[in-house]
Nanobody, 115 residues
Framework: VQLQASGGGLVQAGRSLRLSCSASGSLFEIDLMGWYRQGPGKQRELAAVITRRGIANYADPVKGRFIISRNDAKATVSLQMNSLKLEDTGVYYC??????????WGQGTLVTVSS
């Protein structure tokens, strides 16, 4: 499975940004899709993931602000990020886990939130 992320950029605090990720390869194997992020000087952490059944799980810092969605027909997963904060700055990685437990990562897209 290959993942290609897009949509990062520079945005002011309080504004919105949308990330998208397209998957290719053995799409029938894909189970979980989502996004992790890594802030400056921090470890990579979960932002949000969504199951094949559409059940979403959000990290506490993004709950109520971020919305994850997926379109299995197009093999895409998106992250709508609203009310962005300075601490949302980081590299966002598209992620997928297959039915067999294999994990794949996209190349990362940089999100910078300015004051």
């Amino acid at each position: 499975v290959q993942l290609q992320a897009s949509g990062g950029g520079l945005v002011q605090a309080g504004r919105s940004l949308r990330l998208s990720c397209s998957a290719s390869g053995s799409l029938f194997e894909i189970d979980l899709m989502g996004w992790y992020r890594q802030g400056p000087g921090k470890q990579r952490e979960l932002a949000a993931v969504i199951t094949r059944r559409g059940i979403a799980n959000y990290a506490d810092p993004v709950k109520g602000r971020f919305i994850i969605s997926r379109n299995d027909a197009k093999a895409t997963v998106s992250l709508q990020m609203n009310s962005l904060k300075l601490e949302d700055t980081g590299v966002y990685y598209c992620y997928t886990k297959t039915l067999y437990g294999s994990e794949y990562w996209g190349q990362g897209t940089l999100v910078t939130v300015s004051s």
